[in-house]
């Protein structure tokens, strides 16, 4: 019943989400590269999450010759405006365009959650989902988006912002979880936990 | 043109949020008590916010004679359900009751925010103003609010959570500023201060 968690992520922010919810964990992380082949953002998401926690799993078998009473999970984040996914930016011209693109309206966070679940006798269940955050900007005029990233918080961040720190003063509002935007859903990984019997 | 800030409140957490704006302010904190004679719970946290902000501004005039080139800011956040504000819990079962109450469902969060600009001739223009921000807490089990509840977060709370912490994985979304939450509508005093000509 009690079952070793693996977070296949390196995020230190990601480390500090799964820790609100109460749980011990280890942080593995595959070196593997992710491909995908879905078309829409949340399902590219999906695959990301999926193929991260299965790389680990994998590389987890391969050393010990079987997995049991382990859950894996992997989760992926995007910024994504008008169904394209807003990467990390190449260097300031770059962040430059992309919170040009992103004040003055609204757009979307999506986290790609996997939880592979191994049982005792070491078979797998598996739960796939994306979690969207809806993200309203407000308007920045040129010199508000040049002193933001001349803080250099952009840097390799997808979409070339962080919802937390120097960001802040320009982000009106959100619709849906916060620490989705962070980089996971607590909520929806924590419901997920306890519908597996993770945590009680 | 350049005022001196000054926060009117103790709290380290709105503290750190105005850090996010980027200005350099002191922290004041008046020990007079606050009362309100506003009925509505938007109303009263305005109140509750000018009242705090006018309290440090007269100890100022108080000792200086005059105050000039100066903002103060006063915040208030108080927790609503079905128009009515919980406060902070008495003991872990006031806390208990109050969470009972919160989870399944939907409410609000309210900031009011006080903003007293002097100018060079101590004329004084005044921004009054309440956010809000729509919390959902998940349903949660006995266990888990008993659970919640044993690791002492909901002690000198508001409603008896932040949502920063172990009460995280309870709050499925929220519609609004995260941080007007947390105590600190950052975006709203951002723009006012802007407005108001405070930053640049």
Redesign the interface.
């Known amino acids: 019943m009690n079952r070793k968690i693996i977070l296949g992520s390196a995020s230190p922010r990601r480390r500090e989400?799964l820790r609100?919810?109460?749980v011990d964990f280890e942080v593995r992380v595959s070196d593997k590269e992710e491909h995908y082949h879905s078309v829409m953002p949340d399902e590219i998401v999906k695959e990301l999450a999926l193929m991260k926690a299965e790389n680990v799993a994998d590389e987890l078998a391969g050393e010990t010759g079987n997995i049991k009473d382990t859950v894996v999970l992997g989760a992926d984040t995007v910024v994504v405006l008008d169904e394209k996914i807003l990467g990390k930016p190449e260097d300031e011209k770059d962040a430059f365009r992309m919170i040009q693109q992103l004040q003055g309206r609204e757009h979307k966070v999506y986290t790609g959650v996997a939880v592979l679940d191994f049982d005792s006798e070491s078979s797998r269940h598996t739960v796939n989902h994306a979690v969207e955050?809806k993200v309203y900007v407000?308007e920045m005029t040129e010199?508000e988006i040049q002193r933001y990233l001349a803080?250099g918080d952009y840097k390799d961040k997808a979409g070339s912002y962080g919802?937390q720190?120097?960001f802040?003063?320009?982000?009106?509002?959100?619709?849906?979880?916060?620490?989705n935007v962070v980089g996971l859903p607590?909520?929806y990984v924590?419901?997920t936990f306890r519908e597996l019997g993770v945590v009680?």
């Open positions: 989400l609100q919810i109460g955050t407000h010199e803080a919802i720190g120097s802040a003063p320009y982000i009106d509002r959100i619709d849906g979880d916060y620490y607590v909520s924590y419901r009680f």
